[in-house]
């Protein structure tokens, strides 16, 4: 195997983390791009809904997005109203909940980077926080301070205060460590909750992690062949339909499957422990038609997840 081989291999083995960092970067360019070019913080007692609104309202963009671009989202509620059982297997609506308590921990990751970096940054808290005008919060802030802290505070970040120089550094920089602190806990317990949720995965995983790794592998290539396949199929269904209304004749015969066909492979993958199927295509080939088994739970475990949030 040539060095582009294996860089492309290891590119592709490492391409959650590769995503992943990739995103952070992007949060850490965009974060930077507000501060310096959006953010103006009006230094009035407008700074508290000024700075939330920097902080919070592009993580509810991101997780919106994050919702959207998940396949697995228009799985679960593509049709579910005209057929509400399908997200509800064997009329248990804790699947669903299941499913979608997954599908919210992944679209949180882009918020939750946006929101740490913007804390460590501190910016948008200090400027928000120096226009709470709650009692005890300015008493904090501007204690053994100017009497001029408790009626500019709001001016601090501007740095247009009347108070003494070394007060305003001073009350600015107790909020950017408070809004460090604050970045720093929510890193860790998004960290610590993916560290569990992983290790809770694997521990109820009921596969071998060498059958996890070539199920993961498979799901990637029925993605790739599925995507070939479906260009090549409308490619030639496109030109079979154009040629019989150019040349004016009955067109030929094509098979495709059929809507309950469809219905079928587009459900989530319902994993079924005494049986060996990847996905739910496959189970399809396999039986075609529902399965009926008992004991039935969604694939909600290892292989699904990761291979749902690769970025890459």
């Given at each position: 195997m040539?060095?582009?081989?294996?860089?492309?291999?290891?590119?592709?083995?490492?391409?959650?983390?590769?995503?992943?960092?990739?995103?952070?970067?992007?949060?850490?360019?965009?974060?930077?791009?507000?501060?310096?070019?959006?953010?103006?913080?009006?230094?009035?007692h407008?700074?508290?809904?000024?700075?939330?609104?920097?902080?919070?309202?592009?993580?509810?963009?991101?997780?919106?997005?994050?919702?959207?671009?998940?396949?697995?989202?228009w799985?679960?509620?593509?049709?579910?109203?005209?057929?509400?059982?399908?997200?509800?297997?064997?009329?248990?609506?804790?699947?669903?909940?299941?499913?979608?308590?997954?599908?919210?921990?992944?679209?949180?990751?882009?918020?939750?980077?946006?929101?740490?970096?913007?804390?460590?940054?501190?910016?948008?808290?200090?400027?928000?926080?120096?226009?709470?005008?709650?009692?005890?919060?300015?008493?904090?802030?501007?204690?053994?301070?100017?009497?001029?802290?408790?009626?500019?505070?709001?001016?601090?970040?501007?740095?247009?205060?009347?108070?003494?120089?070394?007060?305003?550094?001073?009350?600015?920089?107790?909020?950017?460590?408070?809004?460090?602190?604050?970045?720093?806990?929510?890193?860790?317990?998004?960290?610590?909750?993916?560290?569990?949720?992983?290790?809770?995965?694997?521990?109820?995983?009921?596969?071998?992690?060498?059958?996890l790794?070539?199920?993961?592998?498979?799901?990637?290539?029925e993605?790739?062949?599925?995507?070939?396949?479906?260009?090549?199929?409308?490619?030639?269904?496109?030109?079979?339909?154009?040629?019989?209304?150019?040349?004016?004749?009955?067109?030929?015969?094509f098979?495709?499957?059929?809507?309950?066909?469809?219905?079928?492979?587009?459900?989530?993958?319902?994993?079924?422990?005494?049986?060996?199927?990847?996905?739910?295509?496959?189970?399809?080939?396999?039986?075609?038609?529902?399965?009926?088994a008992?004991?039935?739970?969604?694939?909600?475990?290892?292989?699904?997840?990761?291979?749902?949030?690769?970025?890459?």
């Amino acid at each position: 195997m040539d060095p582009v081989q294996k860089l492309i291999q290891f590119c592709f083995d490492k391409r959650s983390a590769i995503g992943y960092s990739f995103m952070a970067l992007l949060t850490m360019g965009g974060q930077q791009w507000f501060s310096f070019v959006a953010f103006q913080c009006p230094c009035s007692h407008e700074n508290l809904l000024y700075g939330f609104v920097f902080l919070f309202a592009p993580a509810l963009v991101l997780l919106i997005i994050g919702y959207f671009l998940n396949t697995r989202t228009w799985k679960l509620f593509t049709g579910c109203c005209l057929k509400p059982k399908r997200m509800f297997p064997k009329g248990n609506p804790f699947h669903c909940l299941l499913v979608f308590i997954q599908l919210t921990l992944n679209a949180f990751i882009a918020p939750v980077m946006w929101i740490s970096v913007a804390l460590l940054h501190g910016s948008f808290y200090a400027c928000a926080m120096s226009g709470w005008q709650n009692p005890g919060h300015v008493e904090f802030l501007c204690q053994y301070k100017s009497e001029l802290c408790h009626k500019q505070l709001f001016a601090v970040t501007c740095g247009n205060t009347s108070m003494p120089s070394p007060d305003s550094k001073a009350v600015l920089l107790l909020l950017q460590a408070q809004s460090q602190v604050l970045g720093w806990w929510l890193i860790m317990t998004a960290a610590l909750i993916s560290l569990l949720s992983t290790c809770y995965s694997s521990c109820r995983s009921k596969v071998s992690a060498l059958q996890l790794k070539f199920w993961r592998i498979y799901l990637d290539k029925e993605k790739e062949k599925f995507e070939e396949l479906t260009q090549e199929y409308a490619a030639k269904l496109a030109e079979r339909n154009l040629r019989s209304f150019f040349e004016d004749k009955e067109p030929e015969g094509f098979a495709l499957p059929s809507n309950k066909s469809w219905d079928e492979i587009s459900s989530l993958y319902c994993f079924i422990p005494d049986q060996q199927y990847y996905s739910t295509l496959h189970r399809f080939v396999e039986h075609g038609k529902p399965d009926t088994a008992d004991e039935r739970t969604p694939m909600l475990n290892f292989v699904e997840v990761q291979h749902n949030t690769s970025i890459v």
